[in-house]
């Protein structure tokens, strides 16, 4: 005989406290039919349900298992009512300025102060021809998700603010100083190793650039890793901390699939602004052409995205930007890719980095490399703060291995060093450039060399 979900969700709403109710609240949960049972309550049980798996989640002690499932119930609770947990509105007055500091395809930015401290308010643009429910619901589902990432190299939201039931979707984050990392580029080009200031000198531009761009793929893959999908990475979209030294942080995520609606029109639509649809992978742009049914944001899409913003940060110019828009959709879907700088190697364009991004922008959307080949190619170009590493030496470790090596490489001639280089699983190449670069003046000091 199955459970009586009736008599159990009466046994929540009567509890006594709220850690009786969150247990049985988990009971419920534990199979398929209860979480039905729950996805199926009414709005103001559903509101209730919704403020005691918001507190299960942050302040009980729950199984792994039990967690899992308070949080995916909370996320589709919320977006089936349009509904968010009372924790994640910001009820208290905020100071806006009028003034908008930018605005995207879909959204508009304002500075503003909450609590002292300085604030990105955006709010959702929403237009006439718009269904404002679906929104709603989509907004509060993605918030939720939202609101529970934890990265170092993803944007931090820190609440939303406005009546979502009156339409007014409107988030609260953390004022980024220093802006996107396109902006932040352009304005330290005088002095880039202000990008870096940890990083050790000297260090070539392309190591520095790299550094950043290694760690917006970490945040993707952070993502990926919860098989989460971004769904608008551009320059625009990478925003520099305020810390020191700045790291990236990907920022806008999970939003764009709310104005991916193949019923609103192409010309009205947000993919044509700021920029967003020269990121978009040709699937994305024309499904059909490629045999699939819905323009659906992707990983292989992220990673498509990804490889343009390389092109975008080391060049400093958007990708196609000599195209018109309305004649990009066709161009890509029939193969077009930006073209090789013809200052490639003053820029840090190698052959190797180059062959990377094209496998980036692979049509085959199969063939694009994953995420985590994305960080570890980065990883190895910054890790050769000389920019001579070999990107196709496999980078696993070397961080570790260099950092262990270091004192040796001191002290030792090159034939013992090529040994330790091997112990560690560092290739012979990557040993000889760290070794010659890096002690060149203690050549001099060896009484020989065994090569």
């Known amino acids: 005989m199955g459970k009586d979900y009736e008599r ?15 247990r049985t609240l988990a009971e419920i949960l534990s199979d ?12 103001k049980d559903a509101k209730l349900c919704i403020e005691i798996l918001d507190h299960g989640i942050a302040g009980h002690n729950l199984e792994v298992v039990e967690k899992q499932a308070f949080f995916v119930t909370l996320r589709r609770l919320a977006g089936i009512h349009g509904r968010l947990p009372d924790s994640i509105m910001i009820t208290e007055n905020i100071e806006v300025e009028e003034e908008i500091r930018a605005s995207g395809g879909f959204a508009d930015v304002r500075s503003g102060r909450f609590k ?15 269904d404002s429910l679906k929104i709603r619901k989509q907004f509060c589902k993605e918030v939720v998700l939202w609101s529970a990432l934890s990265h170092p190299n993803v944007l931090k939201l820190a609440g939303v603010w406005g009546n979502v039931e009156k339409a007014q979707f409107v988030t609260v984050s953390e004022w980024m100083t220093h802006g996107n990392i396109m902006e932040y580029i352009k304005s330290n080009h005088a002095n880039r190793l202000e990008l870096v200031r940890g990083l050790v000198f000297p260090a070539t531009p392309l190591a520095i650039i790299q550094q950043q761009l290694h760690g917006a793929a970490q945040g993707l893959e952070y ?6 999908t971004h769904g608008d990475i551009k320059g625009a979209n990478i925003l520099m901390s305020n810390h ?15 104005v991916l609606d193949p019923h609103r029109p192409m010309s009205c639509s947000a993919q044509l602004e700021g920029g967003t649809v020269t990121f978009m992978s040709p699937e994305l742009l024309m499904p059909s052409h490629f045999g699939i049914k819905d323009s659906v944001p992707t990983p292989q899409a992220d990673i498509y995205a990804f490889g343009l913003v390389i092109f975008q940060v ?16 066709y161009s890509v879907v029939t193969g077009l890719r930006p073209d ?14 180059w062959g990377f991004v094209q496998r980036c922008w692979d049509s085959n959307r199969d063939l694009r490399p994953k995420v985590s080949e994305v960080v570890t190619y980065l990883e190895a170009a910054t890790t050769n703060r000389y920019g001579l590493m070999p990107p196709c030496v496999p980078a696993d470790n070397i961080v570790s291995d260099m950092e262990e090596m270091s004192d040796s490489m001191k002290h030792c001639e090159f034939g013992t060093l090529f040994s330790i280089g091997v112990a560690h699983r560092a290739t012979a190449q990557v040993v000889f450039f760290r ?12 009484n020989h060399l065994a090569v």
């Open 8 to 22: 159990l969700w009466k046994g929540v709403t009567n509890a006594t406290d709220e850690g009786k109710a969150v």
């Open 32 to 43: 398929k039919e209860g979480r039905g049972f729950i996805l199926r309550l009414e709005r």
């Open 116 to 130: 002292g401290s300085p604030i990105a308010v955006k709010t959702l643009r929403v237009a006439v021809w718009d």
């Open 223 to 228: 993502l990926h890793g919860a098989n989460l």
């Open 244 to 258: 020191t030294p700045p790291r990236a942080c990907l920022a806008d995520f999970g939003f764009m699939t709310m």
């Open 314 to 329: 080391l060049t400093g110019e958007l990708p196609f930007r000599r195209i018109r828009q309305t004649e990009l959709r």
């Open 340 to 353: 090789k700088p013809e200052n490639a190697s003053a820029i840090g364009f190698s052959d190797s980095l």
């Open 435 to 446: 070794y010659f670069h890096v002690t060149s003046r203690w050549f001099r000091r060896l």
